[in-house]
């Protein structure tokens, strides 16, 4: 990106060009793809010229003023419509902007789009939207990922620099991880989350998905930062962008989780996964095995904890105040009618389960179950993390399956089977391509760290990214 900042800044290109560029690779490509719900590509022009007018006058917002992104569309856009890819919510139109919206609009970066996603984030792949699949770019007969399935395929289509997702329980990783781009799920406060239709708002994070790692880094300085509307922001220490060094890697301690390799591993993963420890290793780290033994409890921990939350998220939409209404003869009937047709099957799914979790007769033997597995979970975390300095781990089991192959929802449930961990403990975890699997699929790699350490992230997956890359021009 600081090339194409570097461009715009000595007016080698200008910011409405680069966004015709993008407009033009949308239109050729996402026929296919899908990845994008709703382009604005005469909103994005116009703010492209607003930008580029800033620059003629030396007034640019930031570095990065007139670089194009594209949204997820869970994420409140005033004037833009957000549909969280439901038909309850097709023609929902906000009339306030989220805070990560706010923050890159006030570093100037005009919105191609709103992205594809499974409705209302539930789901691992990008099939349960009311607008259809979104595709993987590198094979259109499988999936995405999910739930920010549109995001990452935007960004690895090229028809986006960059993009902003959510991850709930590896919505942001498993795509970056399927789709071969770098995805950050921050820690927990670290972002706001104001704005951001809501699924589980313990687990909920906002975060970037780009190219390489240095440009997920710089989208998530513009993202990171704490706001009063927000009950849970943090008021951690700014970030800032780290200084890129190799070296800063030596005599780090990355913990190798044992189980998290071996059975049910795609051996090609695994292998992708050894050889980029093997690169940290030969760069002065220091691998060390450790355990995660909880992460045997983590899915259907996360799976309790999250219907339980979703059900109570989405009792707002009612057809009362907005969304998708069905007249009835009396207000209980509108309220079912309108949520039968407004809701898809997954949606529905997840609704009844977690109304079930927290029913009176079920409250304690699951929610309250879960809360207590949870705790263990971030106490096992914790525990790890002052062995080492870093969890590294492979982002998912397998690479991006064919669309319509996990029709049954448990086996679905298990793309997060890697992923779900970072969410119920609170900490941050990047996932980086390591490779691609006899198929041509992309792999990835998973990083975790201590709470409010992504700098030290960005840090080591900078460092085997630059090794992949030296490697690939040798």
Not at 55 to 60: H, N, P, V
Not at 82 to 95: D, I, N, Q
């Amino acid at each position: 990106m600081r090339k194409t900042a570097a461009l715009l800044e000595k007016r080698q290109i200008s910011s409405e060009e680069l966004v015709k560029q993008y407009l033009t690779r949308i239109e050729e490509a996402d026929p296919q793809i899908n990845a994008f719900i709703t382009c604005s590509g005469e909103e994005a022009l116009a703010q492209a010229r607003d930008a580029d007018r800033r620059r003629a006058r030396g007034e640019a917002l930031s570095p990065w003023d007139g670089i194009p992104i594209a949204v997820k569309d869970n994420i409140s856009t005033m004037g833009l419509r957000t549909t969280c890819a439901s038909k309850f919510l097709a023609e929902y139109v906000p009339v306030f902007d989220a805070a990560v919206v706010e923050n890159v609009r006030k570093a100037g970066l005009p919105i191609l789009g709103k992205t594809n996603l499974d409705e209302f984030a539930m789901g691992s792949s990008s099939e349960y939207s009311a607008f259809g699949v979104t595709k993987n770019p590198h094979d259109l007969e499988r999936v995405a990922g999910g739930s920010s399935g549109g995001s990452a395929a935007a960004v690895a289509a090229g028809e986006a620099p960059w993009a902003l997702g959510t991850d709930t329980g590896g919505s942001i990783r498993q795509p970056a991880a399927f789709c071969g781009v770098v995805g950050l799920k921050p820690t927990y406060g670290r972002v706001s989350r104001y704005g951001v239709v809501a699924l589980a708002p313990s687990l909920d994070q906002v975060g970037p998905l780009a190219t390489c790692v240095e440009d997920a880094a710089i989208l998530f300085s513009l993202l990171a930062g704490p706001d009063r509307r927000d009950a849970i922001s943090s008021q951690s220490r700014p970030f800032s962008l780290p200084e890129w060094d190799l070296d800063s890697v030596r005599g780090l301690r990355v913990g190798v989780p044992k189980e998290f390799f071996g059975s049910g591993l795609n051996p090609e993963v695994e292998q992708a996964v050894n050889a980029c420890l093997g690169e940290l290793e030969r760069l002065g780290a220091q691998l060390q095995s450790i355990s995660l033994y909880t992460n045997e409890y983590a899915i259907e921990t996360y799976l309790t904890i999250v219907t339980a939350e979703a059900s109570s998220c989405l009792a707002r939409f009612d057809g009362v105040r907005y969304g998708r209404r069905v007249e009835a003869a009396d207000s209980n009937t509108m309220f079912a009618k309108s949520r039968a047709a407004g809701f898809g099957p997954e949606v529905k799914r997840r609704i009844m389960l977690g109304t079930y979790v927290l029913s009176a007769k079920q409250y304690k033997l699951f929610y309250e179950q879960a809360q207590r597995v949870r705790a263990l979970i971030q106490q096992d975390v914790a525990q790890a993390l002052k062995q080492v300095d870093l969890i590294v781990t492979p982002t998912t089991p397998n690479t991006a399956f064919k669309i319509g192959e996990k029709r049954n929802p448990l086996e679905m449930y298990l793309s997060d089977l890697y992923t779900a961990l970072a969410n119920l403990s609170g900490i941050p975890a990047l996932s980086l391509p390591c490779g691609r699997d006899s198929r041509g699929l992309p792999i990835g790699i998973q990083f975790m760290g201590r709470h409010f350490e992504e700098e030290l992230l960005f840090q080591a997956a900078y460092a085997v990214e630059q090794t992949q890359r030296r490697g690939e021009d040798a």
